[in-house]
């Protein structure tokens, strides 16, 4: 939703190609309207209506697939009906992303066909687009900020893991820098990076030159998250000195505040405060 023109972009240039720039985007119902209250709901992760200068309109359904043995080729086909019908005037192209990271032994069905000799009674396709297929090392220059922030989705050696997200982290700042904040948590979920192995890149970000800009935000970033990670810790202190073992509900209630002011607020309460459960009711 953030990036609907850079998605389309890559994963479907023939769109622009064909039909010239986006005049108009809209995000309509991930669900199809139902014949009966009581069918079983079909729902699309990302279905996308384009307005292009030259007239043409495009739902794309976009579906992303972690785990290929839930995908079924069945299903897209209703929900790509189903949206046909919904939008007559619209040409509907359905797109499916698949996003493990590993090979397949077993490819998916990729398209449905029934016909008798030249007669066709039913064709049905999709865009098919699998991350692992890609290099991250031949994005790391990309000008698209999807690309960037899916880079820890494609494929690289373990040894590149490092270098893979650098360039996810500069990748997201340089194109998307007010969505910056926001992104390097997908980005980190993807690589399934550790705080340890964050704060190595960070310092490694720090001192290369070509990242300037960037690397003063990480300085600057730095000592903010330092300043949060002694506030918390203080906290945490006082409340195992008086209580013993804080419970991780703390913890986690704890670690989703980022704010410096409410940290001081909470260390002198936690200091006042006479159970952990109203010190809970604090935060």
């Not at 990036?3 to 119902?29: C, H, M, S, Y």
């Amino acid at each position: 939703m953030d990036f609907p023109n850079q998605a389309l972009e890559w994963i479907f240039p023939e769109a622009i190609k064909n039909w010239g720039t986006v005049k108009d985007i809209e995000f309509v119902r991930q669900e199809p309207k139902k014949d009966k209250l009581f069918d079983s709901a079909l729902e699309l992760d990302m279905p996308i209506l384009f307005s292009f200068e030259k007239k043409q309109l495009l739902l794309w359904l976009v579906e992303f697939q972690e785990d290929k043995s839930k995908f079924s080729i069945y299903k897209l086909s209703r929900y790509t009906i189903d949206y046909m019908e919904a939008y007559p005037d619209a040409l509907v192209i359905p797109t499916v992303l698949f996003t493990d990271q590993k090979k397949w032994r077993k490819d998916v069905a990729r398209e449905l066909e029934t016909k008798i000799n030249n007669r066709v009674f039913l064709h049905f396709e999709y865009i098919f687009f699998k991350l692992f297929d890609f290099n991250a090392c031949d994005y790391y220059n990309t000008n698209n900020p999807v690309v960037s922030i899916l880079l820890p989705k494609m494929s690289y050696k373990p040894e590149e893991k490092s270098e893979v997200i650098k360039h996810a982290y500069y990748g997201a700042y340089k194109l998307a820098p007010l969505l910056f904040e926001k992104y390097i948590y997908f980005i980190d979920i993807y690589a399934e990076v550790s705080e340890a192995e964050r704060e190595r890149i960070f310092k490694e970000l720090e001192e290369q030159e070509e990242m300037e800009s960037f690397s003063q935000y990480i300085k600057d970033k730095g000592m903010k998250e330092g300043a949060l990670l002694n506030a918390r810790e203080n906290i945490l202190a006082v409340l195992e000195a008086r209580f013993g073992e804080a419970p991780e509900s703390i913890k986690s209630k704890l670690w989703a505040i980022n704010d410096p002011q409410i940290f001081k607020s909470l260390v002198k309460k936690a200091a006042l405060t006479k159970s952990v459960d109203e010190f809970m009711r604090e935060c």
